[in-house]
């Protein structure tokens, strides 16, 4: 069985500040992200630890005790205190094929700072899969980052 099917692209942004410094709210993001990615986001369970190494190459990977593992993305740029580009991949049997293009950049503003996030999403994507994605990441950076940054 074969099916072919069109390739549909979505992008979105927001900003989302936070009572930080962006040289903190890196080193969060970064340094400190199995702290505050929140436990309905580990696809691998509570209890499975995830990491991101913020160099080209590096992975933002989560791993459970178990030995099993998940690439979440590929960091494809780096300008360290600033930005990341990150490419991720949704199979199929997660509503894929998709990849993910993801931007999150850090910056100082007057009360702090801010994180200024944009995905692109470049195949089986429907409106309803874009708002989810979108949807997940404030959740996720919303709740998770910056309520972990701002307590």
Do not use: C, H
Request: no cysteine.
């Amino acid at each position: 069985m074969s099916d072919l099917t069109d390739a549909n692209i979505f992008k979105y942004q927001f900003e989302l500040p936070i009572k930080r410094s962006a040289a903190d709210i890196w080193a969060i993001m970064v340094d400190e992200i199995d702290a505050w990615w929140m436990n309905d986001f580990r696809a691998l369970g509570e209890g499975s630890k995830v990491t991101l190494n913020a160099e080209t190459g590096g992975q933002l990977i989560e791993r459970a005790a178990d030995g099993s593992s998940l690439e979440w993305y590929r960091v494809q740029m780096v300008s360290p205190g600033k930005l990341l580009y990150l490419v991720g991949y949704i199979a199929p049997d997660w509503g894929g094929p998709t990849t993910s293009m993801l931007k999150l950049a850090v910056e100082d503003r007057d009360n702090g700072g801010a994180l200024l996030v944009s995905d692109a999403l470049l195949g089986n994507v429907t409106e309803a899969s874009a708002k989810s994605a979108e949807g997940g990441w404030k959740t996720l950076f919303g709740d998770g980052l910056k309520g972990f940054a701002e307590n």
